[in-house]
């Protein structure tokens, strides 16, 4: 069966912007499965925000919320002493994945509704766990606090967190989001980059009908 896989990070503010359209995309195609990887966009970083990352991030910031018109709290990077890190974020999704992976889209949904639109922290592992419970929670899957920062804190989430921006790297994807069709091990690229749920339908159907034209070709008349 054909399925999704999702390249992202839940502090990539064009993954933010892309939800919305991957949201209606998958409403449209119920059933169709969907895994995703979190890819790392600035993991393992121990820097302070200097004022120039600031700069850059906030114009990024104000592109999405101009073209998706997503809500924004442009104050939320304005924290003292804040270390742009994306890894302890992308962990969350992975906890989730361990605990409950139905739930694992809607978690990185809510981590970055909670980080772009309400300003929150999602860098300390308090502020992600009652974020994701209540996510996983609300989603079917009771989950308390303790338990999911026994599992984001676990070296197993640890390593396989960064199997997952390793496997980003092995298929050399540069930019979030990334959204791949898989089907019987053959990986098609839908999109690179933010791209309305539409064209998203189009490109899919394209690569849909690309693959039935193949398949016809090869079959004996």
Same mark, same amino acid.
């Given at each position: 069966?054909?399925?999704?896989?999702?390249?992202?990070?839940?502090?990539?503010?064009?993954?933010?912007? *892309?939800?919305?359209?991957?949201?209606?995309?998958?409403?449209? !195609?119920?059933?169709?499965?969907?895994?995703?990887?979190?890819?790392?966009?600035?993991?393992?970083?121990?820097?302070?925000?200097?004022?120039?990352?600031?700069?850059?991030?906030?114009?990024?910031?104000?592109?999405?919320?101009?073209?998706?018109?997503?809500?924004?709290?442009?104050?939320?990077?304005? #924290?003292?002493? *804040?270390?742009?890190?994306?890894?302890?974020?992308?962990?969350?999704?992975?906890?989730?994945?361990?605990?409950?992976?139905?739930?694992? !889209?809607?978690?990185?949904?809510?981590?970055?509704?909670?980080?772009?639109?309400?300003?929150?922290?999602?860098?300390?592992?308090?502020?992600?766990?009652?974020?994701?419970?209540?996510?996983?929670?609300?989603?079917?899957?009771?989950?308390?606090?303790?338990?999911?920062?026994? @599992?984001?804190?676990?070296?197993?989430?640890?390593?396989?967190?960064?199997?997952?921006?390793?496997?980003?790297? #092995?298929?050399?994807?540069?930019?979030?989001?990334?959204?791949?069709?898989? #089907?019987?091990?053959? !990986?098609?690229?839908?999109?690179?980059?933010?791209?309305?749920?539409?064209?998203?339908?189009? @490109?899919?159907?394209?690569?849909?009908?690309?693959?039935?034209?193949?398949?016809?070709?090869?079959?004996?008349?």
């Amino acid at each position: 069966m054909p399925s999704l896989v999702y390249i992202a990070d839940p502090m990539c503010s064009w993954c933010y912007g *892309f939800g919305p359209e991957l949201a209606a995309l998958l409403e449209g !195609l119920p059933g169709l499965p969907i895994e995703v990887v979190v890819g790392g966009l600035r993991p393992y970083n121990k820097e302070v925000m200097s004022e120039s990352l600031k700069a850059t991030l906030l114009e990024h910031w104000h592109k999405v919320a101009e073209q998706t018109g997503l809500p924004f709290d442009f104050n939320g990077l304005n #924290r003292e002493n *804040f270390i742009y890190n994306t890894e302890p974020a992308c962990r969350a999704v992975v906890a989730a994945r361990m605990l409950a992976p139905e739930s694992q !889209l809607y978690v990185f949904h809510e981590i970055q509704r909670a980080f772009y639109s309400q300003g929150k922290d999602v860098t300390q592992g308090d502020v992600l766990a009652a974020i994701c419970t209540a996510a996983m929670t609300e989603s079917g899957h009771v989950t308390d606090e303790a338990t999911f920062l026994a @599992t984001w804190n676990s070296e197993e989430a640890i390593r396989a967190t960064n199997e997952d921006f390793l496997q980003a790297h #092995r298929w050399e994807i540069t930019g979030f989001p990334t959204l791949v069709l898989e #089907r019987d091990g053959q !990986l098609d690229m839908v999109t690179s980059g933010y791209m309305a749920m539409p064209t998203l339908i189009e @490109t899919l159907q394209a690569l849909v009908d690309s693959s039935t034209a193949d398949t016809a070709e090869k079959t004996p008349a």
